[in-house]
């Protein structure tokens, strides 16, 4: 009797009775798969890899088994070669076969029998015999991961029969490559990353306002001048990828069983393409590559055929370089104002009878899904391209929300599910945290039994405004985690400390596989009360993360940390002090520092009058907020709530001692940060009084403009006195009028944010 086929009819009955056992069987296990398979049936006993062990691959398999074997070897320092497999069930040996074909797996489903003697995967197709090893990875000790060879490990697999298949066929991140360069090698880390987790699809974003980084061989000029940046200093940013580059890296994604997206922006989110040809745009330029975060007005002329010219010049090339069905056609965010105001752009409309701008939009999309299909892709675009009327055969993917993935679906539109709530891993874990990601449900309720079909899956989104290369990780994971459970398995009942506990094993693989994961969720809240008894700052830390290790620093004194709760710190600060708050897992950093100060002065708690409203929307908590010791934070988005903000209008304060002294500085602290049209002012002067009706001019300060600059800065800015005695303190800030031509957002007031006066 050949001992596959006993194997078979025992798994039948236990793939039709087990799903449900599947959660409580891993948890009384050390077995620990993310994502969840969809049924495991844990038995007795296990398989012992050694270095006799050998791995068989079938007519057509020797492609996964070659790959099985390259990622085992490192860590265990087996040298396995496959060997084509005789058909015999033979003890110490891991067969891949695809020989069985049975349609309930699927595309991508797989089974794994693995017993004492031997390890069996099966499937329908590579795919799923890819998906087979990477569960096969994740049973053996996490040290399977290993770049090094581990000594002292025995290479244990459980025994176990798993039943697997993916709930949707989308299961994508996206990296973009644009905001920030990355390198081909950490292209190749994130895909191999992805691949360990089974996700099939990197959507990469290639062309943007602050960046074109594909090559284009007709358009030299794309990457030679597009793909580079300069700041206002003169520093030169960027990079860009050859075809060979593109090949390579499409290839090493195909051989991981990944499918590459490219997104080729239009019309919209074209800045850098612009620059280099200004007469496709409605203007004429010219331009320079975009430097700041947002969304640029300038775009594609619609009515010039020259830009269809050159799109389809674009798309020509890039279709050879991507094998894939899709190509991302980008369509978001694209402002009309340029074609509002376009002679061209308003003839198109006439000529072909459109509505409006948004008919335009829809009309240039329409024009480049059918050239696309005449190459034999499929366009995807984000929600935007439904407004003003869909392309007729476009996959719609649903950013903003779900409403347009729910209307996509509903007229007939296969659609991507990647509302910005649960799948933007660029956006804060204060914001988006695992827990969130973990009860995301990919399929609106709004949509029938049938429109469902239309789900093609999800997406992770890795855009890079704030994240280098250095600080993907720290984005990405863990939250992908939740993700793609999500839409592999697709849970029907979710129990996220369940799911929580097997990602805090998951991190002994990242370890390993030298992943610098971020946090799970908003890790601490934080109070600072005043005590005037003691003249001290009562600090209080609860931290909200679980199993890490909160630290606080201290830039100036050390601090007397009381540990009063499992999760609670207090401490005191009784000078003007910078403190900082981190959290490590062992000796590794995870996730960023956060800091705030103190300030000990003679404005502390002192008595401000204002001139103009402060907005409510950045009140810092009120008036006293200015006064109150306590520093704005690094963030002035952050929920702690610290930063008042002045929207268009200037500022002026007065502050009162209350009685005279003798100083020698004031200061005020600012925060910039350009893309969101917060600005340093133009200048402050400062005005000192005894009475509160003489005033003297204390010093201006002019403020050397590094508007461009797109980081996050704080600074301070004041002026030096010689002995000064006033009581009364006057300090006037100029905001700018209104934003900057040059600004994405090149219209509108901006906003100043101010925190915190001191007087020394
Ligand atoms: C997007 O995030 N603008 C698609
Ligand atoms: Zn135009």
Same mark, same amino acid.
């Given at each position: ?33 993310? +994502? ?22 079938? =007519? ?182 050859? =075809? ?39 203007? @004429?330029?010219?331009?320079?590559? @975009?430097?700041?975060?947002? &969304? ?17 010049? !674009? ?69 935007? &391209? ?10 719609? =993917? ?7 993935? &729910?209307?996509?679906?509903?007229? @007939?539109?296969?659609?991507? !599910?990647? +509302? ?23 399929? +609106? ?63 002994? $693989? ?120 306590? $520093? ?111 600004? +994405? ?16």
């Amino acid at each position: 009797v050949n001992m596959k086929k006993i194997i078979f009819t025992v798994l039948a009955v236990f793939v039709l009775g087990v799903n449900h056992l599947m959660y409580s069987q891993m948890l009384g296990s050390n077995i620990n798969l993310i +994502p969840s398979p969809k049924s495991i049936v844990i038995n007795d006993g296990s398989f012992t890899l050694t270095n006799q062990t050998k791995i068989y691959f079938d =007519q057509y398999s020797r492609k996964v088994a070659d790959y099985l074997s390259e990622v085992i070897k490192p860590a265990t320092g087996f040298d396995l070669k496959p060997e084509i497999w005789n058909g015999m069930m033979e003890t110490n040996s891991i067969i891949l076969s695809l020989k069985t074909k049975t349609n309930e797996y699927g595309k991508e489903g797989y089974t794994l029998v693995i017993n004492p003697f031997n390890v069996l995967i099966e499937a329908n197709e590579l795919n799923g015999l890819f998906y087979g090893v990477q569960t096969l990875r994740q049973l053996f000790d996490p040290y399977i991961n290993s770049i090094v060879k581990v000594e002292g490990i025995d290479w244990i697999l459980p025994a176990v029969v798993v039943y697997d298949k993916p709930e949707f066929e989308w299961r994508a991140l996206n990296l973009d490559c644009c905001r920030h360069f990355m390198e081909k090698d950490f292209v190749k880390r994130y895909i191999d990353l992805l691949a360990y987790h089974k996700f099939n699809t990197l959507h990469w974003h290639l062309t943007e306002d602050q960046a074109w980084r594909i090559e284009i061989k007709k358009y030299p000029e794309l990457t030679k001048k597009g793909a580079y940046r300069t700041y206002e200093d003169g520093t030169v940013y960027g990079g860009y990828y050859t =075809q060979e580059d593109v090949k390579e890296i499409v290839e090493y994604a195909a051989s991981r069983f990944i499918n590459v997206v490219p997104e080729i922006e239009m019309p919209g989110h074209s800045l850098a393409a612009l620059s280099c040809f200004p007469e496709i745009s409605c203007t @004429g330029g010219p331009f320079d590559v @975009g430097t700041l975060w947002g &969304i640029y007005s300038d775009i594609y002329c619609a009515g010039n055929e020259k830009t269809f010219q050159f799109l389809e010049d !674009v798309i020509s090339e890039v279709v050879e370089l991507f094998p894939g069905k899709y190509i991302h056609i980008g369509g978001d965010e694209a402002p009309k104002v340029r074609w509002q105001n376009c002679p061209k752009c308003q003839q198109r409309i006439k000529d072909e009878n459109l509505k409006d701008e948004n008919e335009l939009q829809s009309y240039f999309v329409k024009r480049m899904e059918k050239f696309i299909n005449s190459k034999g892709k499929k366009i995807v675009g984000w929600d935007e &391209i439904l407004e003003g009327g869909l392309a007729p055969e476009a996959t719609v =993917q649903s950013w903003r929300g779900l409403k347009g993935a &729910i209307e996509a679906a509903k007229m @007939g539109h296969d659609v991507i !599910v990647s +509302p910005t709530t649960n799948c933007y891993f660029d956006y804060p874990v204060e914001t988006t945290d695992l827990r969130k990601v973990y009860y995301f449900d990919p399929v +609106p309720e709004e949509l029938s039994f049938d429109e469902r079909k239309h789900v093609l899956g999800s997406e992770g989104l890795m855009w890079t405004e704030y994240a280098p290369q250095q600080f993907v990780d720290d984005r990405l994971f863990p939250r992908m985690l939740a993700l793609i459970e999500v839409i592999w398995n697709y849970p029907q009942e979710r129990d996220f400390e369940s799911f929580r506990q097997r990602v805090q094993n998951h991190y002994r $693989r990242l370890d390993l596989l030298d992943v610098n994961y971020g946090l799970e969720t908003k890790p601490f809240e934080i109070t600072k009360t005043f005590n005037p008894s003691k003249n001290i700052y009562d600090i209080k830390v609860t931290q909200l993360q679980k199993d890490i290790d909160l630290r606080i620093g201290s830039f100036v004194s050390e601090l007397m940390i009381n540990k009063i709760s499992e999760n609670e710190f207090q401490f005191e600060i009784d000078k003007t002090n910078l403190v900082n708050i981190f959290f490590q897992k062992g000796e590794k950093k995870v996730g960023k520092t956060y800091a705030f100060g103190i300030s000990f002065n003679k404005a502390n708690r002192k008595p401000v009058k204002l001139s103009y409203p402060y907005s409510e929307k950045y009140s810092a908590g009120g008036i006293e907020a200015l006064t109150d010791g306590i $520093r704005g934070s690094d963030s002035f988005r952050g929920g702690d709530n610290t930063w008042q903000g002045y929207y268009g209008t200037d500022f002026e304060a007065i502050v009162d001692l209350e009685k005279p002294y003798t100083f020698n500085k004031i200061s005020l602290g600012f925060f910039q940060a350009s893309s969101s049209l917060v600005f340093f002012p133009q200048y402050i002067e400062f005005y000192t009084s005894v009475d509160g009706n003489e005033y003297e001019s204390a010093g201006k300060v002019e403020i050397p403009s590094s508007l461009k600059d797109p980081d996050w800065i704080q600074r301070d800015f004041g002026v030096q006195l010689n002995d000064t005695y006033a009581r009364y303190i006057k300090i006037f800030v100029k905001n700018y009028d209104e934003a900057p031509k040059w600004h +994405p957002i090149a219209f509108g007031k901006t906003w100043l944010m101010i925190d915190e006066i001191i007087v020394e």
